[in-house]
């Protein structure tokens, strides 16, 4: 007796069949193959499909609580899933109504979708709420990507009284302020972001681009080398930098991050946005080249660190 061979199609494919009639579903086992070709138009899109399906298993498989709803959400949101969480908001304030927390999720996911006034609306009204924090600071990274950074420096000085140890937002105020002109007021929040989130990529290149611009390349240099910063990165930090002494402009996100995962060779070093850290072995967080040579006020601190959580 010959022993039935079947297919297993991919958890995303098997995720569209939930939605189809019974008999439809019954392709599961003789249609693989061609549900299969018919839906691998696009291997990003495929991936994307199976991210979505794995934060579903990741939040549980019941969503019976507003809770563990959006934790589903949030999960969502950290694949980048963040058109699939907007749909995934308007089922939970329908059936839980609207929240702080769904309010905050949504003002991220909407400015993450390119919905700049629509988000500028949400993060508002956080205002009053015990997510106001969040609140000024998705103000100011829209601030930012407006261009205005005076204003999101003001924005993210808010955020951060409400949140004084969090290094991606210390890190994002720093930054603003370099663009905004403050040089000297932004080393205190770029080097509290260093020493927090040593492992950070945005914060270890944000702290290169002040060294640069205050005229301390050979700590600049010492930094990014202790780091392993790519070439690539190396480049784009002194271009930002000879670019900003001119009084010319930086481009609002770096070519080395279009279509890429955060990584440190493919960070994206000069922007204003929150950025996920990435994963750096053996990292120190002192300028350690040449000791002797280093002005103490630019000196960090020689901490040992292991790799921090995302």
């Keep these: 007796m010959k022993t039935l061979d079947f297919c297993i199609c991919s ?15 019954a ?25 979505e399906a794995a934060a579903d298993t990741k939040a549980g498989a019941t969503v019976d609580t507003q809770a563990t709803y959006l934790k589903l959400v949030e999960q969502m949101q950290k694949e980048d899933l963040w058109f699939a ?22 003002a ?12 500028e609306a949400s ?7 015990p997510l106001e924090g969040a609140g000024y600071r998705g103000l100011g990274l829209l601030a930012g990507a407006r261009g205005n950074y005076p204003e999101a420096v003001q924005f993210l000085r808010q955020a951060q009284h409400r949140a004084p140890t969090d290094a991606l937002l210390l890190s994002d105020l720093g930054y603003a302020q370099l663009r905004a002109g403050s040089i000297d007021e932004a080393r205190l929040p770029l080097m509290q972001a260093l020493q927090l989130r040593p492992d950070s ?11 640069e611009l205050s005229n301390q390349q050979e700590q600049a ?7 392993r910063m790519s070439p690539a990165a190396r480049l784009a930090i002194k271009e930002a930098a000879q670019k900003l002494r001119s009084g010319g402009t930086v481009a ?19 922007v204003l946005k929150a950025s996920r850290s990435s994963n750096l072995i053996g990292v120190r967080t002192a300028i350690q080249s040449n000791p002797a040579a280093n002005a103490p006020s630019t000196t960090l601190s020689p901490i040992s660190t292991s790799r921090g959580t995302p």
């Design 11 to 25: 958890p995303a494919v098997r995720r569209l069949l939930a939605f189809a009639s019974a008999g439809v579903a």
């Design 27 to 51: 392709l599961v086992f003789t249609g693989c193959a061609s549900i299969k070709d018919q839906y691998a138009a696009s291997a990003d899109a495929q991936q994307r499909m199976a991210a």
């Design 85 to 106: 969480s907007l749909a995934h908001i308007d089922a939970l304030e329908r059936r839980w109504g609207v929240s702080p927390e769904s309010t905050r999720v949504r």
């Design 108 to 119: 991220e996911a909407l400015r993450q979708t390119g919905q700049a006034a629509a988000a």
């Design 123 to 129: 993060y508002k009204r956080l205002m009053g709420t």
């Design 201 to 211: 990529a945005q914060a270890q290149a944000n702290l290169a681009l002040y060294l």
């Design 221 to 227: 240099a010492a930094l990014m080398d202790t780091n």
């Design 252 to 270: 609002p996100t770096s070519p080395l991050a279009t279509g890429t995962t955060v990584r440190d060779e493919l960070a994206p070093p000069l």
